[in-house]
C-alpha cells in the first residue's frame, strides 16, 4: 500500500516537471525585444513535398540582437523558406540575399511590450491550472487508496506532500513569468 502512495506522489511530481517543461517551452515563442532562433519555432518549410521544421532545413543564427540569418542546407530551398517565414505571420519580413535569408527583429513597442506581457501571463496561469490538475488527480488518488486499506494518516501524509509539491511548482512558475516579464518590458 505504501509503495503505490509513493507511485502516486511520483506521478505527481512527474505530471507537475511536464508542466512546467511545457510553459518554458511556450514562453520560448513569446517575443522578448531581442533577435532569437526560437522565434522561427513552428515554423514548417515544404522541403522535398513534405512540411518540415524550419531547424531541420536551415542553420539559424543570431549575429547581433536585432537580426536572424537562416542559412539553407540546400541553397535551392530558399524561396520555400522564405515563403513559409511570410506564411507564418509572425510580422517579419525576410531578406533573401541569395545564399541566406537575412530577418530584421523590429523593436517593441510599449504597447507590444504589455501584450505581450499579457500573452505571457496567460501561459503561466494555464500551467498553474495543469499544476493544480495534477493535484487534483493526486488527491482522489489518495482519497482512492484510503478507501483501499491505506491508513487514513498516511493519506492525510499524502495529501500533503502533494499540497508542497503543488506550491513548490506554482512558485516555479510565478518565477518563470517574472523572468519573462522582466526580459519583455526590459528595452
Do not use: W
Not at 519580413?93 to 504589455?114: A, F, H, S
Not at 487508496?145 to 512558475?173: F, H, N, W
Request: proline residues 4%.
Amino acid at each position: 500500500m505504501e509503495d503505490e502512495a509513493i507511485f502516486c506522489l511520483e506521478e505527481v511530481k512527474e505530471n507537475m516537471q511536464d508542466a512546467i517543461k511545457h510553459l518554458e517551452k511556450e514562453l520560448l515563442k513569446v517575443r522578448a525585444g531581442k533577435a532569437n532562433p526560437s522565434m522561427l519555432a513552428g515554423v514548417r518549410v515544404e522541403y522535398y513535398g513534405a512540411l518540415t521544421p524550419i531547424e531541420q532545413t536551415s542553420n539559424i543564427n543570431t549575429p547581433d540582437a536585432r537580426q536572424i540569418v537562416i542559412q539553407p542546407f540546400d541553397r535551392s530551398t530558399i524561396h520555400e523558406i522564405e515563403k513559409a517565414i511570410l506564411n507564418a505571420n509572425l510580422g517579419f519580413n525576410p531578406q533573401n540575399e541569395g545564399d541566406i535569408i537575412r530577418i530584421n527583429v523590429p523593436p517593441l513597442t510599449e504597447e507590444r511590450r504589455l501584450d505581450l506581457v499579457k500573452k505571457a501571463k496567460v501561459i503561466a496561469e494555464d500551467t498553474k491550472i495543469g499544476v493544480r490538475n495534477a493535484r487534483r488527480q493526486g488527491n482522489d488518488e489518495a482519497k482512492k487508496l484510503e478507501k483501499d486499506g491505506l491508513p487514513e494518516d498516511e493519506a492525510k501524509r499524502l495529501m500533503d506532500e502533494i499540497q508542497k509539491l503543488t506550491d513548490k511548482y506554482s512558485e516555479i512558475v510565478d518565477k518563470l513569468f517574472e523572468d519573462k516579464e522582466k526580459d519583455i518590458l526590459t528595452v
